[in-house]
């Protein structure tokens, strides 16, 4: 069993996180975890992860903020307590509405687990 | 991209979900995840979920309430903000302090969506 809390896990351990975007990897495989990896991101009001697309999925879930998903089927809000899965191969980026930061928890598959 | 909030989802679909406790899967297989679930846990004060053991890991966020996570090394206090790796094999349950109650993120592999 390893237990950590957020406040104790230093954000943005690779380069391509983007301005306005923290991301904290909570559990990865250097915690002993095989398959998936569990990171919390925090974005700026009015700040955004980039409209980009990759091999693997992720599994949302949101924290704190409201915002919008943006897929090639257009923009969809967010909030508190909403899941988002993002499909292999979908084109997608999550922005902060301006008023409020946003944070939420990102799965994703281990083997990618420094990426965005 | 598949969003749903947690209330729109109906909890405790398995009959194997204890006295005190809901379970919502809130992304799996039949939303097309291929890898891994996504389920949110409500555990009333006080209750907690069954010590046990099983071949899959958990990855496990704190999002409301304190409680202990209790293995086989002993209990270890939780709070929100605390991620959790239980690893395959590992005896574990947690229980809620009997205060208020406790609401975590649990992610498992996807082939055992439907257990605890």
Known sequence: MV????????PNAYADVPEGVEMREMITER????????????????????????????????????????????DTPFAPGDSVYIAPNEKHCFIADPT???QFICVIPAKNQCRL
Do not use: S
């Open 31 to 74: 915690d002993g975890a095989p398959r998936f990896a569990m990171r919390v991101f925090d974005v700026k009001p009015g700040a955004g992860t980039p409209l980009h697309t990759h091999e693997w999925e992720h599994e949302v879930y949101i924290l704190k903020g409201t915002g919008k998903v943006r897929t090639e089927n257009g």
């Open 100 to 102: 409020a930061p946003v």
């Open 3 to 10: 237990i950590k809390h957020y406040a104790d896990v230093k």
